[in-house]
Every structure is written in C-alpha cells, then in structure tokens.
C-alpha cells in the first residue's frame, strides 16, 4: 500500500527555513538524508522531494467558461505544506512508524494519508 507522508511548517520563512539556527538545520537536512537513504534501501522509498515556499504557488480554477488564475495559495493558513515522502508501507502502523522517524529528521510535524 503507498502513503504520503506530507511535511508541514510555518508560512513565514526565513531563510534557515523554520529552523531557528544552521546547526540546527544542517543537522536536520543530514538526517532527512539518512532517513531517505534508509527509505530506499528498505525498499518503502517511492519518490520524495520538498515544495517552494506556498506564495510562489498560483491557483487554477477551470470549472467555468474560462479558468480563472490567481496568485497565492489557495488557502490562507499559519502552516503550509512543505515537502512529502511517498512511500510503500505494509499497511498503517507501518507507516505511522515511518512518519515517526521522518518527523524526528526532519524536525517538523508529519500527515499520513494512504492514497486510494
């Protein structure tokens, strides 16, 4: 069965990210990396990567006569998505086990959603 495991942080970043200091987020990146490698050679990794900052994003609303485009995200929110994992998991505590691991990597809260 496949997950997405969604990361989630503050819409006001710095430049350090949500991250309060560099060693801090140095050490978050080296371990999301482990946890990506660990991922792979475990044979759960399916595909994986980290999303531009929700004001770069632009709604599209094609339900009428012509779409309609905005700017901005979709939603107005204190936290926004920032990245994901998609991932195969035998079945749900496996993967809550996963999201546990990736949160403490990457130092932020973690969603698990199984796909349909």
């Known amino acids: 069965m496949q997950y997405m495991l969604s990361v989630y942080g503050p819409a006001e970043l710095t430049e350090l990210g949500n991250y309060p200091d560099k060693a801090t987020m140095d050490k978050a990146m080296a371990d999301t990396s482990a946890f990506n490698d660990r991922l792979q050679a475990e044979g759960h990794f399916v595909y994986a990567n980290g999303l531009a900052s929700a004001v770069t994003s632009t709604v599209v609303d094609g339900q009428g006569?012509?779409?309609?485009v905005t700017d901005g995200p979709y939603l107005?929110?204190?936290?926004?998505?920032?990245?994901?994992?998609?991932?195969?998991?035998?079945?749900l505590d496996q993967a809550l086990a996963l999201a546990a691991d990736g949160s403490k990597a990457c130092q932020g809260k973690v969603e698990v959603r199984p796909f349909q």
Not at 76 to 91: C, N, P, V
């Open 76 to 91: 107005e929110s204190k936290e926004y998505l920032g990245g994901f994992w998609i991932i195969e998991a035998a079945d």
């Open 65 to 68: 006569d012509r779409p309609l």
